[in-house]
């Protein structure tokens, strides 16, 4: 049984997040008074580096070495922002620690502003989440009346001011130069890097961007050392990682596992499995960015390598789990249909390619593919990979990629055969009578929006394919099971 | 609040606190409801009020309630954890309707547990 070991989630669910006495009984804002009075900056950025703690926004960057960059350059203003756009469907984890624990993330974001050697903090929050401003602000409140922030915190020199921001809720403003874009006042849209953030980020300062999640883990990371923490997880991902499972699981909520958790721990042991004796089929990682995986990747114990090696990815942790009633082509098509609505515009693969992506699977999924559709699919894939200006559009293929490589049977079937297998698309379905199975009670024919069942009572019924369009009434009405769908 | 000015400051004022928690846990039942955006969407909401007026209606005067954030149960939501005095905390998940009441009435009055019961199965890092 695998079990859950709670780091960046130690405290939701536990304090009252409303409270600043609440979060210091459990050990709050010690490893802020630790970094200030036992460590120098160059000491904290250190021990960040031998913890091993990357990135749980995406990318999975070492948050040391990029600390050690931004420490690098002389400036009078140096800024640390939080991440907390929180885009991808099916991902609230940064939601709930900022609702649950608000605290441990101011308390992480001055420790990352006394170990770079700025004094200036921004949280990046999207407006839909009232709950976590509303807990934010009145944690940044209590605390700086307390003296653990704001100026001379618990007495010392170190003084850091803290501000929010709020985002219109647009996924591509969680990408760290859109956000500076939008934290300026500009369009959300990414530039090219470099110069990275370190360098010149915010206001041309150097700034560090750090996701809530990855902040959360900080003050546990200071009080326990380096060593503690690299000790949990796998030779390349250290810690422990939170997702968020949702889709066809029987306990749908948040979960943290030390990484190198297998698949089938997260699904089975702690998410408790398919509900209603379904089979499982995929589980989406990665979200609109990342990729399927299938049966075969069960075992695989979750890290950001073995995640990319399978080509899927770590992402920010939704995890949407897929039962054998889950079309893969209709999967794919919602996350194009997100991508779609999500590109910023500013360059043309994506813009334009997002579109043809999802108009190809559109096509496909109402029977009109052509197994040409397929290739034309695939390689406009790869090159709008190869040519996006951001992360937005260079992993916007990814869930057609990844359903196109492991469900490639699935697809074929939709072009070829024009049947949906999974029985999802509903332009392919068919609608008939077991003939066996017919009393001719005639309810069918009564609820049939289009009339085109016919048949004499208590004789077998006829549906005519031609006229009917798909609509189910007939098979939800149907006592005797005689209608069937394929 | 008085202003914590020094290290010391900040772990004395820790100590008093834990000390505060130590001793309600020993003499008081806790209960602890989720209020996170998907509690509150539940009826977690509702869950606190009605289970503060069964309390009352019941005249105990040993408990002590505490919102907190997400207990990551969002499949049974609304989640109520309760810790009797000298016992491990315990999870109850759905609950919904006269559950509110019937936890007080119960688990509350006498430790007679009722079904919802939610396993835990983490270890958490405690600093
Ligand atoms: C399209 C896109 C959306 C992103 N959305 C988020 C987000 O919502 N939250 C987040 O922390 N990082 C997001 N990122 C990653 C950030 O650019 C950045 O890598 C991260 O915030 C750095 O923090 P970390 O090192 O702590 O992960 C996104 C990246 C891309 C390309
Ligand atoms: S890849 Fe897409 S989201 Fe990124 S800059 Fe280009 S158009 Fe905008
Ligand atoms: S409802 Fe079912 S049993 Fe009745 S006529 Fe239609 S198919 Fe036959
Ligand atoms: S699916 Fe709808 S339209 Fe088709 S036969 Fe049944 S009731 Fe009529
Ligand atoms: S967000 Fe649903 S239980 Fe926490």
């Not at chain 1, 953030?197 to 990371?221: C, D, F």
């Not at chain 1, 009578?433 to 069918?444: A, E, I, P, Y």
Request: aromatic fraction near 6%; glycine fraction near 10%; proline fraction near 4%.
């Amino acid at each position: 049984m695998a079990t859950q070991l709670r780091i960046a989630t130690r405290n939701s669910g536990f304090i009252d997040p409303e409270s600043v006495e609440s979060y210091i009984a459990v050990g709050g804002y010690q490893a802020l008074g630790k970094c200030l009075s036992e460590m120098k900056p160059a000491d904290v950025i250190e021990l960040m580096k031998n913890s091993g703690l990357r990135g749980r926004g995406g990318a999975g960057f070492p948050t040391g070495v990029k600390w050690g960059f931004a420490a690098k350059y002389d400036s009078d203003i140096k800024h640390v922002v939080c991440n907390a756009d929180e885009g991808d469907p099916g991902a609230f984890m940064d939601r709930a620690v900022l609702e649950g624990d608000p605290h441990s993330v101011l308390e992480a974001m001055a420790i990352g502003a006394y170990a770079i050697g700025g004094n200036k903090g921004t949280i990046y929050i999207r407006a839909e989440y009232p709950l976590a401003i509303a807990r934010l602000k009145m944690a940044i409140e209590q605390a700086k009346e307390m003296g653990v922030l704001g100026d001379n915190i618990m007495g010392t020199d170190f003084c850091f001011d803290l501000e929010l921001k709020y985002g219109a809720g647009a996924f591509v403003c969680g990408e760290e130069t859109a956000l500076i874009n939008s934290m300026e006042g500009n369009r959300g849209e990414p530039y090219t890097k470099p110069p990275f953030p370190a360098e010149a980020g915010y206001w041309n300062k150097p700034t560090i961007v750090n996701n809530v999640e990855t902040l959360a883990n900080i003050p546990a990371i200071i009080m326990k050392g380096a060593d503690w923490f690299n000790k949990i997880g796998t030779e390349t991902s250290k810690g422990t990682k939170v997702f968020c499972i949702c889709g066809k699981i029987a306990n749908v909520g948040l979960i943290e596992v030390p990484m190198g958790t297998t698949l089938k721990e997260v699904i089975y042991d702690i998410g408790g499995g398919i509900p209603g004796g379904k089979e499982f089929k995929a589980v989406q990682t990665g979200g609109p960015s990342g990729g399927a995986l299938t049966y075969k990747d069960l075992d695989a114990p979750i890290d950001y390598e073995n995640l990319v090696a399978r080509q899927s990815m770590m992402g920010s942790g939704g995890m949407i789990v897929m039962d054998e009633e889950d079309c893969m082509v209709s999967v794919a098509k919602f996350f194009l249909d997100f991508t779609m609505d999500e590109t910023c515009g500013k360059c043309t693969p994506c813009r334009i390619g997002s579109k043809r992506i999802y108009e190809l699977l559109d096509k496909i999924t109402i029977g009109q593919g052509t197994e040409a559709d397929l290739e034309k699919l695939r390689s406009l894939s790869v090159n709008i990979k190869d040519t996006a200006l951001c992360g937005l559009g260079q992993t916007m293929p990814n869930p057609v990629l990844s359903t196109m490589r492991v469900f490639e049977d699935e697809y074929r079937a939709h072009v070829i055969d024009k049947k949906c297998p999974a029985g999802v698309c509903a332009e392919l379905l068919e609608y008939t009578v077991v003939d066996q199975k017919c009393v001719g009670c005639t309810l069918c024919a009564k609820v049939c929006p289009v009339n085109c069942i016919s048949g004499k009572p208590k004789e077998v019924h006829v549906i005519d394919q031609a006229a009917c369009i798909k609509c189910g009434a007939c098979l939800d009405k149907c006592k005797f099971d005689a209608i069937i769908k394929q | 609040m008085a202003k914590i000015n020094s290290m010391a400051d900040l772990q004395k004022k820790a100590e008093e606190l834990k000390a505060a928690a130590v001793k309600t846990k020993s003499e008081k039942v806790l209960v602890n409801v989720s209020l996170a955006t998907c509690s509150i969407a539940s009826g977690g909401k509702e869950v606190l009020e009605a289970m503060k007026a069964e309390v009352a209606a019941q005249g105990l005067s040993n408990v002590e309630f505490q919102q907190v954030g997400c207990q990551t149960y969002c499949y049974a939501e609304p989640t109520v954890e309760i810790t009797l005095p000298g016992k491990e905390p315990v999870v109850f998940g759905y609950v919904k309707g006269d559950k509110a009441k019937e936890l007080v009435q119960k688990y509350i009055k006498s430790g007679e547990l009722v079904d919802g019961v939610i396993p835990a199965a983490y270890e958490r890092v405690v600093l």
